[in-house]
Every structure is written in structure tokens, then in C-alpha cells.
Nanobody
């Protein structure tokens, strides 16, 4: 059974930092093969991609977070990290960890990030 367990969310003041973690388990293929990502969604809004990292380590970021967020992975620990700096109130959302390999998509339960002004 695939599980993606997110942690690290919370309440922070604008300009502050948070580090989200996502630990994966139960994959049928090696973790290193999966494209891992983070999406976010606020109530009533569409879910949007925040950042993605491929099996080869290439990263993609939403324009709104470029230069502020950094996504990395530790294949030995089956974990991805989203370092979020210079947080803004508009970054307030539920953040979801995702894993993709071929036609298989997996999602975590989400972790709330709230940035106060």
C-alpha cells in the first residue's frame, strides 16, 4: 500500500520559512524512479503545481515560488523536501505531496501552511 506522509506545515509570519517533508513507502518500484512533487490548493480554488523533481533530479517551479522555494530529494530515505523561504500570505494553502511513475499517480493527505501578514 502506497503511502505519502507529509509533515512540516504550520503557522508562520510573512517573511518566515518552513520546510515540508514527504516520506514515501509501499512503492512497487524504486523510489528513485518516481517523479515527486508538491501541489497546493486553497478552498474553492484549483489545485496548482508548486514544484516537481524528476528521477534525474531536474526541478520545475511555479513562477510564483521561483527563487523562494527549493525542492530536493533523498532517495536513500525515500523523502522529498520543500524548503520554503520568504513566505507570503498568498502561500497559505494545503500542500500535497505527489508521486508519479508512468500512469500511476499517488497523493498524500496534505499539510496546512498558513502565513500571517
Amino acid at each position: 500500500q502506497v503511502q505519502l506522509v507529509e509533515s512540516g506545515g504550520g503557522l508562520v509570519q510573512a517573511g518566515g520559512s518552513l520546510r515540508l517533508s514527504c516520506v514515501a513507502s509501499g512503492f512497487g518500484s524504486p523510489f528513485s524512479m518516481y517523479t515527486m512533487g508538491w501541489y497546493r490548493q486553497a478552498p474553492g480554488k484549483q489545485r496548482e503545481l508548486v514544484a516537481r523533481i524528476t528521477s534525474g533530479g531536474s526541478t520545475t517551479y511555479a513562477d510564483s515560488v521561483k527563487g523562494r522555494f527549493t525542492l530536493s530529494r533523498d532517495n536513500a530515505k525515500k523523502t522529498v523536501f520543500l524548503q520554503m523561504n520568504s513566505l507570503k500570505p498568498e502561500d497559505t494553502d494545503v500542500y500535497y505531496c505527489t508521486a508519479n511513475l508512468w500512469l500511476n499517480d499517488y497523493w498524500g493527505q496534505g499539510t496546512q501552511v498558513t502565513v500571517s501578514s
